[in-house]
């Protein structure tokens, strides 16, 4: 699980870098507020059932 959300965040990371980049704070902004619900929300649903996919 934690790989998964160390990748989640790794790819939210670069797109937070190119937009803050490009000048687009607010794009920014946003990226890392779902980034911070999407990663919650994964973490939530595997401590409901911490059983591995397959």
């Not at 797109?15 to 000048?23: P, R």
């Not at 507020?33 to 973490?43: G, L, P, S, V, W």
Request: glycine share 2%; aromatic share 12%.
């Amino acid at each position: 699980m934690y790989e998964k959300l160390y990748h989640m965040l790794f790819n939210v990371y670069t797109d937070c870098i190119d937009a803050l980049e490009e000048g687009e704070f607010e794009r920014a902004h946003m990226i890392l507020i779902k980034a911070q619900r999407d990663c919650e929300e994964a973490y939530v649903s595997w401590e409901e059932d911490p059983a591995p996919s397959p």
